[in-house]
């Protein structure tokens, strides 16, 4: 049996949120040092949550003097994942809770990834800065049992957001949807989708709906995580952030406002930050302790 140290506990945080009831919970634990695999993905399956996290120092690294620097994984309740928007930003505030508002940098299986958090009126807000992100085509087969699998006819998307398949450090489907109606009515073929997905290496399929120039309403199934829906996800908004300035449908420097959770009665905010000559993209939110 794994023996857990104090700094081993399993914290509550939800991220993308100041609201305790709002945003996506994640599982923080800030010493993962004594569990093995097994013990995290028990871990991650026990809270139910869509992800959580597990940090180990990396402080005796070169360039560290301030011990600022983590390993960190992610584990939903069914397998691990490459990497975790939500739950980086969650680690990030649990950190700065104890240590202070900073630079920190997490070294994730997808790749390095510098986060600062800063404090605003008692309020910590982490700021994560993505892998190079990339984008690429969908197969019409593959896009069709996509839409299939949601029970979305061809009519119901937008036509000026082609589908695409879109990576910051995971890989997301990118549809969107016409209408707000049409997110908003979400009954999906769980097993079809999460066949589909395993295929083409999908973390989520993030649905989305443009209310303005750069306001967008977006929704994420996740059933290969074994969880439905994800609340608020910082991946795919990373993600979703390369595909609007890669296609010309944001400008080069730009920042845009995501929502999501409202459909599930878990409101967030996540911010997406382009900046011109910098391929890679931020995504930023607040944070707090559940409980």
Request: net charge negative.
């Amino acid at each position: 049996m794994t023996t857990h140290t104090p700094r081993s506990e399993v914290l509550r945080y939800t991220a993308f949120s100041s609201d305790p009831e709002g945003g996506n919970p994640a599982g923080v634990v800030l010493d993962a040092t004594a569990l093995d695999d097994k013990d995290m993905l028990a871990i991650a399956a026990d809270l139910g949550y869509s992800e959580s996290a597990f940090l180990t120092r990396s402080s005796e690294e070169p360039g560290d003097p301030e011990g600022r620097a983590y390993g960190i994984r992610y584990f939903s309740p069914k397998a691990e994942v490459p990497f975790c928007g939500h739950a980086t930003v969650a680690a990030a505030v649990a950190l700065a809770e104890r240590t202070g508002p900073g630079k920190l940098v997490f070294t994730t299986r997808a790749g390095t990834v510098p986060v600062e958090v800063t404090e605003e009126s008692g309020t910590l807000r982490a700021t994560l800065t993505s892998v190079e992100p990339h984008i690429e085509k969908i197969a019409d087969a593959d896009l069709d049992e996509a839409l299939a699998a949601l029970d979305w006819p061809d009519s119901d998307l937008d036509p000026a957001f082609p589908p695409r398949i879109a990576f910051a450090g995971a890989r997301h489907l990118v549809l969107a949807a016409a209408t707000r109606a049409r997110l908003a009515d979400l009954a999906y073929d769980f097993a079809r989708l999460e066949a589909l997905m395993h295929r083409l290496d999908l973390t989520t399929v993030q649905l989305v709906w443009r209310e303005s120039a750069a306001v967008f309403h977006v929704r994420d199934p996740f059933p290969v995580g074994g969880v439905v829906e994800d609340p608020a996800t910082g991946a795919a908004a990373a993600a979703f952030g390369a595909y609007v300035r890669e296609l010309g449908l944001a400008p080069e420097d730009a920042v845009l406002t995501l929502h999501q959770g409202e459909d599930l009665g878990r409101p967030g905010e996540l911010t997406v930050t382009l900046r011109a000559g910098d391929p890679r993209v931020r995504v930023s939110g607040e944070g707090t302790r559940i409980g």
